[in-house]
């Protein structure tokens, strides 16, 4: 016989543990008026000292590395600047593969690509292809993006001048700018995407409100 748990000595060791899950939930004491008396007392914000035991206050300067994200407003854009030219250069180099010549026809998402009168039919036709230029709500959301995300197989690889290029290139191929134009912390957040207003802004704070 091979080695391992005979079937008898299986079925003892199955019921075993069936017998203490039952009496597992036996053990639990009903939910009496007293308990939740004294739950409804207790302090809502207070913590068991030690609380899990694990884990500890990040420091300043953790929390700056890990800050990244850019507001609608610019809130959080860096010091910096890169041109249209600039970013072909490096869209040839590090996205076309991926994303196709000018931001069309690649294999993977399609970044460019207006509709006639800047329609946004995506409610009624599913199928329709979100581009940059005809979805995007904020102009600032593909400096984020591509920093934090782009190129896919090296995220975070990329320079802020060379976000702030790339995101000059995909704003010219969206015609949002014109081909001489340079992008900065100062310029992006003007350039009003026509989505703009197509969303409904979600201004929870969290907690127990539910809408
Ligand atoms: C290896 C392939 C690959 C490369 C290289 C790549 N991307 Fe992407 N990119 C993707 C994929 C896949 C997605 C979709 C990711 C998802 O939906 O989670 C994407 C999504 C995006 C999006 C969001 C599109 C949308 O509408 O949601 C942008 C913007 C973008 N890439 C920009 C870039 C830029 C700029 C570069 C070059 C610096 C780049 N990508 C290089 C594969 C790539």
Redesign the pocket.
């Known amino acids: 016989m091979t080695r391992g748990i005979a079937p008898q000595r299986l079925q003892s060791l199955t019921i075993s543990v069936l017998s203490c899950v039952v009496g597992m939930v036996l053990g639990c004491a009903p939910a009496t008026n007293q308990n939740l008396e004294s739950n409804n007392n207790a302090d809502p914000t207070a913590q068991p000292a030690g609380h899990f035991a694990i884990g500890r206050t990040p420091t300043p300067r953790e929390i700056t590395a890990w800050n990244i994200d850019i507001m609608p407003d610019g809130e959080g854009l860096p010091t910096g600047s890169g041109t249209v030219a600039e970013g072909r250069e ?2 040839l180099a ?2 076309k ?3 196709g010549l000018e931001g069309r026809g690649g294999p ?4 460019a690509g207006r509709l006639p009168e800047d329609a946004f039919p995506f409610d009624q036709d599913p199928l329709a292809k ?3 230029g005809n ?2 709500p904020f102009s600032t959301t ?1 400096f984020d ?2 920093r934090r ?5 090296r995220p975070g690889s ?1 320079e802020d001048n060379e976000v702030y290029a ?1 995101t000059a290139y ?1 704003l010219f191929l969206n015609d949002f700018v014109g081909e001489e134009a340079r992008i900065d912390r100062e310029t992006l957040p003007t350039i009003v995407m026509p989505s703009r207003d197509r969303f409904i802004r979600d201004d929870r704070r969290g907690g127990p409100e539910i809408r």
């Open positions: 490096l869209y590090q996205c593969n991926c994303h993977f998402d399609r970044l979100h581009t940059i979805y995007w593909i993006y591509t995300a782009m190129p896919m197989d990329l790339l995909l």
